[in-house]
């Protein structure tokens, strides 16, 4: 493990180069420098991923940051702090109606024990930390792979129903979007398509001549 990830970069490069046109992206992209965020618990990384979701970037940092505005003080905010807190000041913050049902349904899933603790979540398997996840209002499997592959540092996810992702297999593989032929290609990165996802996303911001027909 380095650099909070649970696998080895060096190898997992090593194994994507097989595929020919994997290869090419690398190459072109340069180092992998995903770092995993670190928060001391699951809470901060759910609720950061509900703000943000269906927002361009900068809108959701600015409403992210607005609502934790609200907590005046060191570290992250409380889920018992959501839960006292009025509904209309997070309305007031910038969050929807159903973002601030979310919010609040974490906090009490935090508080019951649904969403486990994080020293707990790093012993759990990927499917199931995303069917735990998945009972939270708001969080869906893809918010939840996010959390695999950006705080918790997993190897092996593939978000199929990321746009991003589409959009970037799709400039080095050619075609339509294709979720099923994605998953397909997807078998030859294994154990490491937390790394092939990121190499994609690469692809899909890089300009247009900058990868071969």
Avoid at 7 to 23: C, E, G, K, T
Wanted: one cysteine or more; a positive charge; hydrophobic letters at 40%.
């Amino acid at each position: 493990m380095t650099n909070g990830l649970a696998y080895d970069v060096q190898r997992a490069l090593r194994h994507l180069r097989r595929d020919p046109d994997l290869r090419e992206v690398i190459r072109r992209a340069g180092p992998f420098t995903l770092v995993p965020r670190r928060p001391a618990a699951p809470f901060p990384a759910l609720l950061r991923a509900i703000v943000y979701q269906q927002l361009s970037g900068k809108a959701a940092a600015t409403i992210h940051g607005r609502v934790m505005d609200l907590f005046p003080g060191r570290g992250h905010p409380t889920p018992e702090q959501f839960l006292d807190i009025d509904e209309l000041v997070l309305r007031g913050a910038g969050l929807s109606r159903n973002k601030m049902l979310a919010v609040r349904d974490l906090a009490a899933r935090v508080q019951d024990g649904t969403v486990p603790a994080l020293r707990r979540l790093r012993t759990m398997e990927d499917e199931a930390i995303i069917e735990r996840l998945v009972s939270v209002r708001g969080v869906g499997r893809w918010t939840v792979e996010m959390l695999l592959i950006f705080t918790l540092g997993r190897p092996d996810i593939l978000p199929l129903n990321d746009l991003g992702i589409h959009r970037g297999f799709c400039r080095v593989y050619g075609g339509d979007p294709d979720s099923e032929r994605l998953a397909s290609q997807g078998e030859s990165w294994r154990p490491y398509r937390s790394v092939a996802s990121w190499y994609l996303w690469r692809a899909a911001d890089m300009p247009a001549g900058a990868l071969p027909d």
